[in-house]
C-alpha cells in the first residue's frame, strides 16, 4: 500500500511539473492580445461546449473582425464546477486590467461583488446573457441578452393558451440560477392560469446524455399520466422528450416547447412535432457586446438600460428562414 | 453452494435483487416493470455497459482510465463532421472513429506502461486533451461543437435499430459482455489479466507479458468508447463533443459495484454486467416513483453506496464460509 502510493505521489510530481512547464510553453506561445494602447478587451462567457455560446463566440468574433479589433474569450473547459471556477476567471481577467471587460454574470454571487470590484477600478464593463437585473447596480455600463424569468414567462403562457392543463419544466443544468429563473417563470405563469406543473430535474453529468434524459422524461411521463405539456431549457433534452413522447404513444397529444434551437428542434418545428422553440440570439450578445464595447471605446457612446435579445418565439410560421440560415451560416442561430 | 457465494458477483446479484425489488414496489404501477420500462432502463444501461466491460477488464489489470468520456464524444464529433461537413459516406468515418478510439487507448497504454504514472492521472490528462482537441478542431473546421450526422440504412440499423422500444444497443451489450467474459474465464491472456492486477512482479516474474496486456486493454476501453460514441450519434442524428462526459466516474463505479476490487486481480465480467445494470435500475427507475427529484443525486448516492456495502458484505461472508 505504501508502496502504491510512493509511486502514486512520484507520478503526482512528475505530472505537475510535466503540467507546469506545459503551461508556461503555452502561454509564451499566446502572448496577450492588445487593443488600441491600454489593455486587452477580455470576454468572460459561457463554455463553447455548448452550441449556444458558439453562437456568441461567432457574434464576438465577426464584430471584432468587422471593427479591426482583437479580442480574447475566456470560458471554462470543464463544467462541472462553473459556480466556482467562473469567479475565479473573472478574477484573473480583472487582474490584467483589460481596456473593456465583456461578462456574462451567470453566477452572480461570486461575480458580482467582483464585477463591482472591477467598475470601481474604473474598468468599463458590460455585461451579457446573465445578469439582467444587476448591471445597474454593479456599475456595468449596460446589458446585452434575455431575461431568462421572461422567457420561460412567456413558454408558460403560450402553453396555458395552448390549452395545457399539467406542465412539466424539465430542467437537465440543476444548480444553474439562469437556467432555473427559466423554470421558475414557466411555472409562475402556468400557476397565474391555474394550470398545474410539474418540476423535474436530473443528475449533474447528465445534461448531454440524450438516452438519460429520454428515460427521465420518459419515467416522469409514467409517473404523472395527465402531463399534456412539456417545457425543455435546450435543444438536446428538447429531442429527448419528443422521443419519450412518442416512446408512451402520446404523439401529438403533448405540446412540447423548448429554450434554445438546433437543426433537429427546427425540423421538428418544421413537422409539428414541437410547439415552438425560443431564440435569445444569441449571436447578438456577443456582437452587440463587441460594437458596443468598441463604440465606448472611440466616442463614449453606449446603449442606454438594457438591450433585449430574445425571446424571439420560433413556430411554424416563421421556422423556415431559420432553418434556411442555419444550413448556410453553420454556427450563427445556435446548434446545427 | 459455497462456491456459488464465492464468486465475485454474487454480491452484485444480491444487490441488483434488492434494488429491482425496492423500485417494482414503490413505482406502484406506472409501468417500471412493464415491457417497455424494463426496455427503458436496459437501454440506458446497455450504453454505459459496453465501456464498462473492457474498463472493469482494465480494472483487473490493476488500471483506470478516466479517457473514455471525451473519447464517446470526439468518436461521435470525427462522425458528425466528416458526414455532415465534409461530404464523406458514414462508413469511412465510423471506421477513422474506431482508430481514433484505439489510437487514443494506445496512447495512454504506452504513457502509463513507459513512465509509470498512476493511469489515474495520465487518462485524467488525456480525458481534458481529448475534449479540448475535439472541441479545437470542430471549430477550426465547421465553427461548431455539436453538429448533425448523416447516416445510411445500415448504419441505422446496426446502430440505431429497435425492437419495440429496446434499442439494439442492448444486444451490442450482451455481445461484448460476451467477449469480455470468455477473454477473461477461458483464454490465458485472462490469466493473464488477473495476475497483472493480482502481483505486477510475479506476474512479471512468471512470464506474463505485463506491458501488452495492459496497453491492449487500453486500446481496448478506447475503442468501445469509440463504439458508444457512434451509436450515441446514429441514433440522435448528432454528434456532440460532450457526450459521454458523464460515464468518466460512472464506468468505474458500475465495475466496483459488479465486484470488482479497486486494487485490482478480483472481479468477474457478469458482476460488471450486473453492477451496470443496478445503474440503469436506480438512475431510471427514480423517475417512475414521481418523488421530487431535487433530491435525486443524494438518492443515487446512498443506494450506490449500499449496493457497494452490500456487495462488500456478501463478498466478506462468502469467504469466511467454511470450506467444502
Redesign the interface.
Known amino acids: 500500500m505504501r508502496n502504491f502510493f510512493e509511486?502514486?505521489r512520484r507520478?503526482?510530481v512528475?505530472?505537475v511539473s510535466v503540467?507546469a512547464l506545459s503551461v508556461i510553453a503555452v502561454s509564451a506561445a499566446m502572448v496577450p492580445v492588445q487593443a488600441q494602447d491600454e489593455g486587452p478587451i477580455l470576454v468572460v462567457s459561457g463554455p463553447?461546449?455548448?452550441?449556444f455560446f458558439?453562437a456568441v463566440k461567432?457574434g464576438f468574433d465577426d464584430a471584432a473582425a468587422l471593427y479591426g479589433v482583437e479580442y480574447q474569450y475566456i470560458a471554462v473547459?470543464?463544467?462541472a464546477n462553473m459556480t466556482s471556477d467562473y469567479p475565479r476567471l473573472l478574477q484573473q481577467a480583472i487582474s490584467r486590467d483589460p481596456s473593456m471587460l465583456l461578462v456574462g454574470e451567470f453566477f452572480p454571487d461570486g461575480m458580482d461583488p467582483l464585477i463591482k470590484e472591477a467598475t470601481a477600478k474604473g474598468i468599463p464593463v458590460i455585461i451579457h446573457n446573465s445578469g439582467q437585473t444587476l448591471w445597474e447596480q454593479n456599475g456595468s455600463l449596460g446589458f446585452i441578452g434575455e431575461d431568462p424569468y421572461q422567457m420561460g414567462y412567456k413558454a408558460g403562457q403560450i402553453q396555458a393558451e395552448g390549452g395545457v392543463t399539467k406542465g412539466l419544466c424539465f430542467n437537465q443544468v440543476?444548480g444553474n440560477p439562469t437556467v432555473e429563473a427559466r423554470c421558475t417563470g414557466y411555472i409562475d405563469a402556468m400557476k397565474e392560469a391555474g394550470v398545474e406543473t410539474v418540476?423535474?430535474?436530473?443528475?449533474?453529468?447528465?445534461?448531454?446524455?440524450?438516452?438519460?434524459m429520454m428515460?427521465?422524461?420518459?419515467?416522469?411521463l409514467?409517473?404523472?399520466?395527465d402531463i399534456d405539456g412539456i417545457y425543455t431549457l435546450n435543444a438536446?433534452p428538447a429531442?429527448s422528450a419528443l422521443r419519450a413522447v412518442a416512446?408512451a404513444g402520446k404523439a401529438g397529444e403533448i405540446m412540447i416547447g423548448t429554450a434554445d434551437l438546433?437543426?433537429?428542434v427546427l425540423e421538428a418545428i418544421k413537422a409539428g412535432d414541437i410547439a415552438f422553440a425560443m431564440d435569445q440570439q444569441p449571436y447578438l450578445q456577443g456582437y452587440l457586446s463587441i460594437q458596443s464595447a468598441v463604440l465606448y471605446q472611440r466616442y463614449g457612446l453606449h446603449p442606454i438600460g438594457a438591450v433585449t435579445t430574445g425571446p424571439l418565439v420560433i413556430d411554424n410560421s416563421n421556422v423556415d428562414k431559420t432553418l434556411e440560415v442555419n444550413r448556410e451560416f453553420?454556427?450563427v442561430r445556435g446548434?446545427? | 453452494m459455497n462456491r456459488l457465494v464465492r464468486r465475485p458477483e454474487f454480491g452484485a446479484i444480491a444487490a441488483f435483487l434488492f434494488t429491482y425489488l425496492f423500485f417494482a414496489l414503490t413505482t406502484g404501477n406506472s409501468g417500471f416493470v412493464s415491457i417497455n420500462g424494463t426496455a427503458g432502463w436496459l437501454n440506458l444501461a446497455a450504453e454505459l455497459g459496453i465501456i464498462a466491460v473492457p474498463v472493469g477488464m482494465l480494472m483487473i489489470a490493476g488500471e483506470f482510465d478516466l479517457s473514455i468520456g471525451s473519447t464517446v464524444g470526439a468518436a461521435s464529433m470525427v462522425v458528425a463532421i466528416g458526414t455532415n461537413f465534409l461530404g464523406v459516406p458514414i462508413w469511412p468515418m465510423i471506421g477513422l472513429a474506431i482508430l481514433l478510439g484505439g489510437a487514443i487507448g494506445l496512447v495512454n497504454g504506452l504513457i502509463v506502461v513507459k513512465t509509470g504514472l498512476a493511469s489515474f492521472i495520465v487518462t485524467l490528462a488525456t480525458n481534458f486533451i481529448v475534449i479540448g482537441a475535439t472541441m479545437g478542431v470542430s471549430r477550426l473546421i465547421a465553427n461548431v461543437t455539436s453538429s448533425s450526422i448523416i447516416s445510411d440504412p445500415l448504419s441505422k440499423f446496426l446502430f440505431a435499430a429497435r425492437l419495440g422500444q429496446a434499442n439494439i444497443s442492448i444486444l451490442w451489450w450482451v455481445v461484448v459482455a460476451l467477449i469480455g467474459a470468455f477473454v477473461l474465464a477461458r483464454t490465458s491472456f485472462g490469466n493473464w489479466i488477473y495476475a497483472t492486477g493480482g502481483n505486477l512482479t510475479a506476474a512479471r516474474g512468471a512470464g506474463v507479458p505485463v506491458e501488452r496486456v495492459k496497453i491492449a486493454l487500453f486500446v481496448s476501453t478506447g475503442v468501445a468508447a469509440a463504439l458508444v460514441g457512434i451509436l450515441q450519434g446514429v441514433q440522435w442524428n448528432s454528434g456532440n463533443s460532450t457526450y459521454g462526459m458523464g460515464y468518466v466516474f460512472q464506468a468505474p463505479i458500475v465495475v466496483v459495484i459488479g465486484g470488482v476490487l479497486l486494487g485490482g486481480g478480483y472481479g468477474s465480467v457478469l458482476g460488471i454486467f450486473v453492477g451496470t445494470a443496478i445503474f440503469g435500475v436506480i438512475s431510471t427507475g427514480i423517475f417512475y416513483t414521481g418523488w421530487n427529484t431535487d433530491w435525486i443525486q443524494l438518492f443515487l448516492g446512498v443506494l450506490l453506496g449500499g449496493a457497494v456495502l452490500a456487495n462488500n458484505y456478501v463478498r466478506r461472508l462468502a469467504l469466511a464460509a467454511p470450506q467444502g
Not at chain 1, 48 to 51: H, Q
Open positions: 509511486v502514486a507520478g503526482v512528475r505530472a503540467a463553447l461546449s455548448w452550441p458558439a461567432q473547459t470543464d463544467t440543476p418540476y423535474q430535474t436530473i443528475g449533474t453529468g447528465e445534461a448531454t446524455n440524450q438516452q438519460a428515460q427521465a422524461i420518459a419515467g416522469t409514467q409517473a404523472n399520466s438536446e429531442i416512446d438546433s437543426n433537429e453553420s454556427g446548434a446545427s
